[in-house]
């Protein structure tokens, strides 16, 4: 009896639904916002490619590894069981195989950026990957999450300017805040599974009804760090109309999850249109700074 054959590798299609191409809108305007600002306006053709392409070919090790790690995990949750590796569509050496292939992309789009990107690129690799594990062992998963976002600012900065300046700290803990009450929302989405399967989250831990009263207090938290950051590098009324904005939209979604705190959809994907607004508010500093007090004056 010949042996079995392993899984075809997916097509397009198939391939976009494995890396849930549609999620990079969840991230990327934080990504593009924050390139704007270390540039002080465009940045270079080569720099912008060079960034994008890290980002992507980061999101992209880090989805894969994780498809990979989870799949037997995924084939035991309704809401996962249909995916690539867990239906056995597609083999775990794929799956490895485009892991490394994008790690050794934004490695290689870190040592044309400069020196310190390419020596800390392994930082963020590790960052990446090791969040698919820590499920297995810490409520504090969410966090982790919130953490692999957080280093969105840092990055771009690192990628943009070669140095990491004081204030941008202050948008890593904006990000981590936003990170983890978005992580926070989607873990209340798996909830039942989570336990079913011991695994753990915040919403484990503390259950439905105070993990969705701790998700308002994460975006305030975030919004107030991510306006101070926009006071310390002297950033206009653009950039703060955008944040009531955010704060505005995110409310109305707060409401809604404390009153049904496992109803997550709608929360899930306002997160999208909260990026862009962000996105949008920093355009409009940069390029229309009415009222500001001069970009980068904060960050030389």
Not at 8 to 28: D, K, M, S, V
Not at 42 to 56: D, E
Not at 212 to 230: I, Q
């Amino acid at each position: 009896m010949s042996a079995a054959r392993p899984p075809p590798a997916p097509r397009a299609r198939e391939l976009g639904r494995f890396l849930e191409i549609q999620n990079l809108g969840l991230n990327l305007p934080f990504a593009l916002a924050f390139l704007v600002l270390a540039a002080d306006g465009l940045p270079s053709l080569r720099t912008f490619a060079l960034v994008v392409v890290a980002f992507v070919a980061a999101r992209n090790a880090g989805h894969s590894f994780n498809r990979w790690a989870d799949r037997a995990l995924d084939a035991r949750n309704p809401r996962t069981s249909g995916r690539l590796l867990a239906a056995g569509r597609g083999s775990s050496a794929f799956a490895l195989g485009f892991c490394a292939a994008n790690a050794a992309v934004l490695v290689a789009a870190a040592y044309f950026l400069n020196p310190l990107a390419f020596v800390l690129a392994p930082i963020a690799l590790a960052l990446v990957l090791g969040y698919s594990y820590t499920k297995r062992v810490t409520s504090f998963t969410t966090a982790f999450l919130g953490l692999v976002e957080a280093i969105t600012p840092a990055a771009v900065y690192i990628a943009v300017r070669g140095a990491l300046p004081l204030p941008v700290l202050l948008a890593v803990g904006g990000l981590l805040a936003w990170g983890t009450s978005f992580e926070t929302i989607h873990s209340l989405g798996d909830l039942e599974s989570d336990r079913a399967l011991g695994l753990f989250s915040v919403p484990v831990r503390l259950g439905a009804a105070r993990s969705a009263r701790l998700v308002p207090a994460l975006h305030a938290l975030a919004l107030g760090l991510l306006a101070l950051f926009g006071l310390a590098i002297g950033l206009g009324p653009a950039y703060f109309g955008a944040l009531v904005a955010m704060a505005g939209l995110a409310a109305i979604g707060d409401r809604a999850l404390v009153r049904q705190p496992t109803a997550t959809r709608v929360p899930f994907e306002r997160h999208f249109a909260l990026g862009a607004i962000y996105l949008a508010g920093v355009v409009l500093a940069v390029f229309l700074p009415l009222g500001s007090v001069g970009i980068g004056h904060g960050i030389p």
